[in-house]
């Protein structure tokens, strides 16, 4: 059974800085495009980040240029720093395969205060 365990997410002030972690026990995780993905209260779930296996990367616009994703494929973990944080970056992430995604883990909390 897949599974995603994100972690890493906390209250920070406007400006502040998070790198939140997940471990994806995805048995093709080496040729497996990963993405990380949030959800804001009373909102959709939206991409923010994916990371091919190759280590080519693509950043939704709300966020390039603050955002970094990585990977680590030996850990099968996915990363993803968060600098310049705004209120509006508030929200659940989660990571998931990009293409064909499977059942979606807790998720980490990312508060941001003005």
């Known amino acids: 059974q897949v599974q995603f365990v994100e972690s890493g997410g906390g209250l920070v002030q406007t400006g502040g800085s998070l790198r939140l972690s997940c471990v994806a026990s995805?048995?093709?995780?080496?040729?497996?495009?990963m993405g990380w993905y949030r959800q804001a209260p009373g909102k959709q779930r939206d991409l923010v980040a994916t990371?091919?296996?190759?280590?080519?990367?693509m950043y939704a616009n709300s966020v390039e240029g603050r955002v970094t994703i990585s990977r680590v494929n030996a850990k099968k973990t996915v990363y993803l720093q968060m600098n310049s944080l705004k209120p509006e970056d508030t929200a659940v992430y989660y990571c998931?395969?990009?293409?064909?995604?499977?059942?979606w883990g807790q998720g980490t909390q990312v508060t941001v205060s003005s």
């Open positions: 998931n395969k990009y293409l064909n995604q499977e059942s």
């Open positions: 990371i091919t296996p190759g280590g080519t990367t």
């Open positions: 995805v048995s093709t995780f080496r040729s497996t495009t």
